[in-house]
């Protein structure tokens, strides 16, 4: 839910692809859990948690530019 509300609130192209980016990555790795454990591969896990952070912090970030900005 978050990374949908930073998709839609951001105005930079970078971050707007980066959060649609992540909801694709994410819808997809929701198919595959259907059949496998995907978070028991630390080469899948690791990324994943460290776009999440980065979307988690989008909002922060852009507040902050806005901030030194004025």
Do not use: Q
């Not at 978050?2 to 707007?16: K, P, V």
């Not at 912090?57 to 902050?64: L, S």
């Amino acid at each position: 839910m978050n990374a949908l509300h930073t998709y839609r609130g951001t105005a930079d192209s970078l971050f707007s692809g980066l959060s649609l980016g992540y909801l694709a990555g994410f819808t997809a790795m929701l198919a595959h859990c259907i059949g496998t454990n995907t978070f028991i591969i630390v080469r899948i896990m690791e990324p994943f948690w460290f776009l999440t952070a980065m979307i988690i912090m989008i909002p922060e970030i852009e507040a902050e530019a806005k901030r030194v900005a004025i």
